[in-house]
């Protein structure tokens, strides 16, 4: 059983519209009301959100199991069997 303060906050990426050169901030805790984004649920769970700038404007497809390796973007983890 996993004690992991990281919680799955979805079984498949969610696809998000950028503007380039906007900051956005990746909820990286799973606790947001806000996903994908940060809405400070994470304090007191020793957790930071991801703070990234979009290079360019297009859709992505953005981390909701919160176990990629490569946050905020999706690499497929989801679909790992012992995932949360
Ligand atoms: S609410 Fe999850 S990282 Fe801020």
């Known amino acids: ?7 799955r906050a979805g079984h498949s990426p969610i696809e998000v519209e950028l503007e380039e050169g ?3 901030t990746w909820c990286a805790c799973g606790r947001s009301n806000s ?6 649920s994470h304090q007191g769970t ?4 991801v703070v990234f700038v979009a290079e360019r404007s297009g859709t992505v497809w953005l ?7 490569t946050p905020p973007l ?3 983890s989801h ?5 949360l």
């Open 22 to 24: 906007k900051t956005y």
């Open 63 to 69: 981390c909701m199991c919160k176990q990629t390796a």
């Open 35 to 40: 996903q994908p984004f940060c809405d400070g």
């Open 46 to 49: 020793g957790i930071d959100p």
């Open 74 to 76: 999706c690499d497929g």
């Open 79 to 83: 679909n790992k069997k012992n995932n």
């Open 1 to 7: 059983m996993s004690h992991s303060p990281i919680h």
